[in-house]
């Protein structure tokens, strides 16, 4: 079985001097009592041959939905990949760009709840979305993500 590999943006913003950084929190029940060390950048998965860059452009825009940023593809600083705990791949790019959290309207995905219920519900892919300083970030970040602040700084020459 192949390993499942997803795309995303983290986006940044400099707010008075301080970088901060865009992360949304997972929809779904399994993740609804969940917060730190449970948020993720804006991703999902890569659907057959589409690269990487146009994958995470397409879920950035699925995840925020119609408020998220307008973005050139070549203006992504590519941020590599991580593999996390489960074993996915996860492939970043990074943004600076503003969005507004009140104007979150993600896709939505349905499944069985509760289990065994024969009773399918629709939730939110992303039932939250928030810009936290770095050291909110780390603490929020899936640990695996965490890498991806640590690149972004680099390449902005602050880390």
């Given at each position: 079985m192949a390993t499942k590999r997803s795309s995303g943006i983290l986006l940044y913003r400099d707010r008075a001097g301080t970088t901060e950084f865009l992360l949304v929190h997972p929809g779904g029940p399994y993740w609804a009592r969940r917060d730190d060390g449970a948020w993720s950048i804006p991703k999902g998965g890569i659907e057959g041959d589409e690269d990487s860059r146009t994958a995470a452009l397409r879920e950035l825009d699925e995840e925020l939905g119609?408020?998220?940023?307008?973005?050139?593809?070549?203006?992504?600083?590519?941020?590599?990949?991580?593999?996390?705990?489960?074993?996915?791949?996860?492939?970043?790019?990074?943004?600076?760009?503003?969005?507004?959290?009140?104007?979150?309207?993600?896709?939505?995905?349905?499944?069985?709840?509760?289990?065994?219920?024969?009773?399918?519900?629709?939730?939110?892919?992303?039932?939250?979305?928030?810009?936290?300083?770095?050291?909110?970030?780390?603490?929020?970040?899936?640990?695996?993500?965490?890498?991806?602040?640590?690149?972004?700084?680099?390449?902005?020459?602050?880390?």
């Open positions: 119609g408020g998220a940023p307008d973005l050139d593809p070549g203006d992504l600083i590519e941020l590599g990949s991580v593999r996390q705990k489960a074993g996915k791949i996860v492939d970043a790019w990074a943004a600076e760009a503003d969005f507004d959290p009140e104007g979150l309207d993600s896709n939505t995905f349905e499944m069985e709840w509760p289990p065994k219920s024969g009773r399918e519900v629709e939730f939110p892919e992303v039932d939250r979305a928030e810009w936290f300083d770095l050291e909110g970030a780390r603490r929020k970040l899936l640990p695996a993500q965490s890498e991806f602040l640590d690149r972004l700084l680099e390449q902005l020459g602050g880390g």
